[in-house]
């Protein structure tokens, strides 16, 4: 069988290899530990490995993953922004 993805709060606590829920919940509050997924009162086992790289620095920060329309948006964005500046010209 396959190991779920999204688990408990009991299971990520213990995953994540908290002692008590209430290290898991201070470790939620204080950022360290992730949210659990919006809507739902699941946790996100990648999520929670993710964290934890971070914290024993096998990850030393979060990369921006930008998309391929991201980049593309993004240049149209500059080439509309350089179009809109005023252009200055010399006085005669």
């Not at 709060?9 to 002692?19: D, L, R």
């Not at 990648?46 to 979060?62: E, M, N, T, V, Y």
Request: charged share 30%.
């Amino acid at each position: 069988m396959t190991e779920p993805r999204g688990i408990s709060k009991k299971q990520a606590a213990a995953y994540a290899g908290c002692e008590s829920l209430s290290a898991f919940t201070e470790w939620v509050r204080r950022g360290i530990m992730p949210k659990p997924i919006p809507g739902t009162r699941k946790w996100d086992r990648k999520a929670i490995d993710a964290a934890l790289d971070r914290l024993s620095g096998l990850q030393p920060k979060i990369e921006a993953q930008v998309t391929p329309y991201d980049a593309w948006k993004a240049s149209q964005n500059a080439g509309a922004a350089e179009r809109d500046q005023p252009v200055h010209k010399k006085a005669r």
